[in-house]
């Protein structure tokens, strides 16, 4: 169950950072958690506050933190926030408290919503597109471009200069992912990719869904082009054919369990500068109080939603 409840706040370490929340978007992770699919590593995990990232303003800082200050916007994420980890509280709160060394700081002109929009999908998004190369001027795939990961990935290769084709599940999505900047959309199956696709046609593929999709994306592959699994949303086990390794098709991915403060606050300043410009669209969102994080879990498990769901503790 969730459950809101009101507890005291504890002292700051020397090196923690108070952050006053301003949104904390759902992850999937979330739900796997809450439903009990993925076990907490702690012997003693409840009271549990669910919750791997959040955006907010920083209230108050332990007497060793140096790189922030009282009034900085920032976003933290992972690195034992909540999580399978669960070292410290999540981000379902109105306060939440991190290590300096986890926190980004980003520039007040970023509406708070939108950042907190791209988030941890966007950071994922950000460096799963990195382990293709170079982007700009090619034809990247996207599988689930209407999701969280994919929506962002969709928007972020667009802002890079790429040809997006974004793979989606359901033909009432195909115009949010034209929205987010994709010049072609197709309806996912493994038949219709192989039609659609078909072999040596593309320059990269950042997969979020894998299962029956995989093959087809490995295919579709180039010579001495990648694919980059982020996400197993249609399955974990996959086929496709070997011969395509013959071919100097690079296999590879990535996973925010990973996550360090240098890449965060990279991939952040990366974000933060493309929506400045105007170049990249944020990812759809709805904005629910926290004290209906229940109702918005629902909502995510019947897959009702174009983007992400935030939970934004300034909404009764």
């Known amino acids: 169950m969730l459950v809101l409840e009101e507890i005291a706040l504890s002292p700051l370490a020397p090196h923690?950072?108070?952050?006053?929340?301003?949104?904390?978007?759902?992850?999937?992770?979330?739900?796997?958690?809450?439903?009990?699919?993925?076990?907490?590593?702690?012997?003693?995990?409840?009271?549990?506050v669910p919750g791997l990232e959040v955006v907010g303003d920083v209230v108050e800082v332990g007497e060793a933190v140096r790189g922030v200050r009282p009034g900085d916007r920032v976003l933290t994420m992972m690195q034992g926030l909540g999580g399978v980890r669960a070292e410290r509280p999540g981000g379902y709160a109105e306060y939440v408290t991190a290590a300096e060394a986890a926190v980004a700081r980003f520039p007040s002109e970023v509406d708070p919503y939108d950042m907190a929009a791209l988030g941890l999908v966007g950071v994922t998004a950000y460096e799963g597109l990195r382990r293709l190369g170079a982007v700009g001027g090619r034809r990247i795939v996207v599988t689930g471009a209407s999701g969280g990961v994919g929506s962002a990935a969709t928007a972020i290769a667009r802002a890079q200069g790429a040809f997006v084709i974004g793979v989606v599940s359901r033909p009432e999505r195909i115009e949010y992912v034209r929205a987010l900047g994709a010049s072609e959309v197709l309806i996912g199956s493994k038949e219709s990719l192989e039609s659609s696709l078909g072999t040596d046609s593309v320059d990269g593929v950042l997969d979020t869904v894998a299962g029956d999709l995989f093959g087809p994306c490995v295919s579709a592959l180039r010579p001495d082009r990648a694919l980059s699994l982020v996400g197993t949303v249609g399955g974990h086990e996959v086929r496709f054919d070997a011969w395509q390794l013959l071919q100097s098709v690079t296999l590879t991915g990535y996973s925010s369990e990973s996550l360090d403060g240098d890449t965060l606050r990279q991939a952040v300043a990366a974000l933060g500068a493309w929506v400045l410009r105007g170049t990249l669209t944020p990812p759809a969102r709805r904005l629910v109080p926290l004290a209906d994080a229940a109702a918005a879990h629902a909502l995510l498990e019947r897959r009702g939603v174009e983007g992400r769901v935030l939970l934004v503790p300034s909404l009764r």
């Open 16 to 48: 923690d950072v108070r952050i006053r929340s301003l949104a904390s978007a759902i992850n999937h992770s979330d739900l796997e958690i809450r439903a009990g699919h993925w076990p907490v590593q702690k012997p003693d995990p409840f009271p549990y």
